[in-house]
């Protein structure tokens, strides 16, 4: 929690300077501030009463001009209580909501089944993934396929909105 804090401290100061600086040299700090404030090897923990609800982490995030929001790249998200992991080329996480909203190639995956789409929301605070996309859900004995989905890791349940195509395995 030390950590946490101080970090955004530092995040604080880092931005409080930034603007201080901006006020009297506009022009040159507007390049500077639009393509120069990222992190690499970003961690964002999650803790609940002590207990790691998840864990993302990102090898690249660039920052938004006012801090609220990063564009992540390289994404890994691990619902510990759930036992999941979704990963994805590029996602934005907003700093307020913590919700995580991801593009490109997105694979989520437990022991059971590995969900994969295109485009997702995840509320991480409910423990919700949803997408309207193409989604095609495998597991040891099933392929699901069909658009949009509402995954809710709290209750266990994924729907498959429309134009569901199953197939079982014996």
Do not use: C, P
């Not at 901006?22 to 990222?38: H, I, M, P, T, Y």
């Not at 920052?63 to 790249?73: H, R, V």
């Not at 694979?107 to 949803?130: F, R």
């Amino acid at each position: 929690m030390k950590k946490k804090l101080i970090f955004l401290v530092l995040i604080v100061i880092s931005f409080a300077i930034l603007f201080y600086l901006r006020s009297e040299k506009v022009a040159r700090l507007n390049v500077q501030l639009a393509g120069d404030s990222f992190f690499e090897g970003l961690k964002i923990i999650n803790k609940k009463d002590g207990i790691t609800e998840w864990l993302l982490t990102a090898k690249r995030a660039d920052l938004s001009k006012d801090g609220k929001e990063a564009l992540l790249s390289g994404i890994e998200m691990k619902l510990e209580k759930q036992g999941m992991i979704v990963q994805a080329e590029k996602g934005l996480y907003n700093m307020e909501t913590k919700n995580v909203t991801i593009d490109g190639v997105i694979t989520a995956h437990n022991e059971n089944y590995v969900i994969t789409t295109s485009q997702a929301l995840i509320d991480s605070g409910g423990g919700i993934l949803e997408t309207g996309g193409e989604v095609t859900v495998a597991g040891k004995s099933f392929n699901l396929e069909g658009k949009g989905m509402q995954a809710d890791n709290n209750e266990q349940k994924v729907r498959i909105l429309n134009d569901v195509k199953a197939t079982f395995h014996r």
